[in-house]
């Protein structure tokens, strides 16, 4: 069983990237018609966004499911970090769907990352489960609990190659620190979700 942070709508605009994540935030979301689904993918102009774009899609053809896609709309400025020039451009994409809410499928793992990275650069914070029109509703589950929905419901999915290349800050604090904190504090992903049902 999934608990949520938040409520989902009857009728949600969904970020789908393809990975194991949104995918299953998409089935979870869109499981037995429960509720009116229109996906939001974004190419991020890279070789994997291309092939995100085009599995998303036919995913939804295949589940007559309403899609819609975008794409890097500028160049990377001086001094921007490729990992915040996507999540920018991925948000500008975002801002013209204000109608509905847009569900968001970080789990609990990226919060401890979140917590984990503000913290090193002074300033521990969480992700919101709420701005704007954009809602996260799965904060409260982890990773495995979400691959494990995709397994029993036959969800496929992509894994994203930058999601292991240690080039990226955030992906070395994924698999190079957060071992070394759960050495210490094996209990920190139940910290962090306490924040949570503190939040509620």
Known sequence: MIHLTIKIPEKVY???SGGSDSMAALDFCFHKGR???VVLNFNHGTEFGKISQKFVKEYCESHNIEFHSGIIQRDKVKGESPESYWRN??????SYFNNAPIVLAHTLD????TYIFTTINGESKLIPIKRGNIIRPFLLATKKELIKWDVNHDVPFLNDPANDDLKYPR??????IIPQVKQINPGIDKVIR???LEMK
Request: charged share 45%; glycine share 4%; with cysteine.
């Open 110 to 113: 990226d919060c401890v990352e």
């Open 89 to 94: 451009e991925r948000y500008r994409f975002f």
């Open 194 to 196: 306490k924040k949570y």
């Open 35 to 37: 509720r009116k689904v």
């Open 171 to 176: 992906v070395r604090i994924r698999h190079m």
């Open 14 to 16: 969904i970020g789908v």
